[in-house]
């Protein structure tokens, strides 16, 4: 049954759904004016899709068990929430601002977008060579 909730169009583009909206909430949150009369609830709902997140990596973890270690897409969505996890505080502040990162799970959401970011993680050795082929 989790199985099929997880692999189901309607929750990746739920995931999907909330990506984009804590991309909004996160952006609201660099207003200090709207910080000063909704931070509450920003950090409220930051909470509460950050526990969605968890929930959603957690059932893939146990839907796909070892597999899910052996993709890099699904380790790059565990570094991304597991740092959204670490507490903002002290030493780990400077983590707060790496939140920012939950929005390039658009990357793991969308199959579109990762045949881009193969591309051009692969492309750069030929952008050197370009570089020098005209000197």
Not at 109 to 117: D, G, I
Not at 124 to 130: E, R
């Amino acid at each position: 049954m989790l199985t099929r909730i997880v692999e189901n169009p309607r929750t990746e583009r739920a995931v999907l759904g909330l990506i984009i909206f804590n991309a909004v909430t996160l952006g609201l949150e660099t207003s200090p004016e709207i910080v000063a009369q909704h931070g509450r609830l920003l950090h409220a709902i930051d909470q509460a899709v950050l526990t969605i997140f968890a929930v959603e990596l957690a059932a893939r973890m146990f839907v796909f068990g070892r597999a899910f270690f052996r993709d890099p897409w699904s380790l790059f969505d565990l570094f991304v929430v597991g740092i959204a996890l670490v507490p903002a505080t002290g030493s780990f502040s400077v983590l707060r601002a790496l939140r920012i990162l939950r929005v390039l799970r658009l990357v793991t959401a969308l199959p579109s977008l990762k045949r881009v970011v193969a591309g051009l993680v692969t492309a750069p050795p030929a952008w050197g060579l370009s570089c020098f082929s005209c000197c």
